[in-house]
């Protein structure tokens, strides 16, 4: 299955577990049934694999690690390129929007985009989201974003008020995670009061 799936097992072939140690010990023996397991192509970054000792006390199984090599990757960002903004809800006509994609304009442009040469794979992304773009245009012509949030300033809500809910936000959440601890519910009390 490992061969097949081009994976290698670790255990007993890498430094650190050339002789193959069990990984697990049950009262009936031991054996290896925890594996490292990596792709090939990772195989040759592999530095260390390591069966570690046995405590009884925590589990049947020993721990396993591995080590890797550290690969520094150059990523080249492109900060010319204009990203949409979506808005916050859509009206659309689904029989419209059906007709867009079985219209011969929309099938032309993207068997033209199929046929082209991949040269630059940053042209060939904007090629076909202008394609898109233009066919949601068309669908979604008027669209209007929905603010969420209240925009009306509260007078009475000041900044006196807001620390003095997030101190209680705060000591909420130290009782919920420490229920019995008497510090907590005092703080509380002292603040409602």
């Known amino acids: ?8 097992i670790l255990n ?20 290896s049934v925890d594996y490292g397991i990596v792709s090939c192509d990772l195989l040759n970054l592999i530095t260390n694999f ?6 009884s006390d925590f589990s049947d199984h020993n721990l396993i690690s591995c080590r890797m090599k550290r690969i520094n990757y150059k990523v080249i960002i492109d900060r010319n390129i204009e990203v949409a903004t979506l808005p916050g809800r859509l009206e659309w006509d689904k029989d419209l929007f059906l007709r867009e994609l079985e219209s011969g304009n929309i099938q032309s442009d993207l068997t033209s985009f199929m046929k082209d ?33 209240n925009s009306k300033k509260r007078k009475w809500y000041n900044a006196s008020l807001k620390t003095l809910r997030s ?17 907590y519910s005092v703080a509380i009390q002292h603040i409602l009061a």
């Not at 101190?167 to 510090?183: H, S």
């Open 12 to 31: 007993g072939r890498t430094l650190g577990d050339l002789s193959g140690c069990y990984t697990c010990h049950k009262h009936n023996g031991s054996s």
């Open 117 to 149: 040469s991949i040269v630059n794979i940053n042209s060939s992304v904007s090629q076909f989201n202008n394609i898109i773009i233009s066919r949601a245009r068309r669908v979604l012509p008027n669209f209007h974003v929905e603010n969420k949030r």
């Open 167 to 183: 101190t209680l936000t705060n000591y909420g959440k130290l009782l919920g995670r420490n229920p019995y601890d008497k510090e």
């Open 50 to 55: 390591q069966v570690h000792d046995h405590l």
């Open 1 to 8: 299955m490992c061969i097949s799936s081009q994976l290698r």
